[in-house]
């Protein structure tokens, strides 16, 4: 059964740090890896989706990055703004489970001005 | 294009009441998943359906929880006699095929509060 864990579960930092968030799962037979975005009361925004034969994707300011070795995802955010204030989701579609999605814990971040 | 649509967004029940939720695919998408998020935990997933078809339940709870997906209309999530621990936000997402190359396109969740 995958299980998939985010590290750290909140994060404080002041505006323009570089931060770094974790994201680890326990069965490296997955078809792709998403980071999604979540608003408070709100849905989830995809950011970046790592498909399996991927290292890393890039948008903005977010790089994702993929180890399906050693089950291992970290999403890095540069110079952050006080509007990348969310929290941050990660979730691995394994082989034997097609399209259906296990999440972590979330991290939730906050950005100060 | 409008996207998952859910409604209600805000629903609210008294114990023992029944809650529907409703689920609108994206335009073209036949696969439906619903996923629970209680309080201050992550999403968890309930269960996946194609039209007129559950093909994998193995979220959902055992009792007063069940789900369908017409031929005609929208996917609809049923919780009977619901009880203070359904208070959740719960979210539908789609697919347009069952491929690992797929992304799931989600919606902005229904949140249920029983009173």
């Known amino acids: 059964k995958q299980e998939v864990t985010q590290i750290p579960a909140a994060l404080s930092v002041p505006e323009g740090e570089n931060l770094v968030l974790n994201c680890s799962f326990t069965?490296?037979?997955?078809?792709?890896l998403q980071w999604f975005r979540q608003d408070p009361g709100k849905g989830l925004t995809s950011l970046l989706l790592?498909?399996?034969?991927?290292r890393e994707q890039t948008s903005g300011r977010l790089n994702a990055s993929l180890d399906k070795s050693s089950g291992r995802s970290t999403l890095y955010i540069a110079a952050s703004q006080p509007g990348d204030s969310a929290t941050y989701l990660c979730?691995?579609?394994?082989?034997?489970?097609?399209?259906?999605?296990?999440f972590g814990g979330g991290t939730r971040l906050m950005v100060k001005p | 294009n409008a996207g998952v649509m859910q409604n209600p967004r805000h629903l609210v029940r008294r114990r023992g009441q029944e809650a529907r939720l409703r689920c609108s695919p994206m335009?073209?998408?036949?696969?439906v998943y619903w996923y629970r998020q209680l309080p201050e935990e992550g999403l968890k997933f309930m269960v996946y359906?194609?039209?007129?078809?559950?093909?994998?339940e193995s979220g959902m709870p055992k009792e007063r929880f069940s789900a369908e997906f017409p031929k005609e209309g929208p996917s609809i999530l049923r919780i009977q006699q619901v009880v203070r621990g359904d208070s959740a936000a719960y979210f539908c997402?789609?697919?347009?095929?069952?491929?690992?190359?797929?992304?799931?396109?989600f919606g902005a969740g229904s949140r249920l509060t029983v009173l």
């Open positions: 997402a789609s697919s347009g095929q069952h491929s690992g190359a797929n992304v799931l396109t």
């Open positions: 069965d490296s037979a997955i078809y792709n």
């Open positions: 790592i498909q399996s034969s991927q």
């Open positions: 979730a691995v579609a394994s082989n034997n489970a097609g399209n259906m999605l296990t």
């Open positions: 335009k073209g998408h036949s696969h």
């Open positions: 359906l194609q039209k007129e078809n559950i093909i994998d």
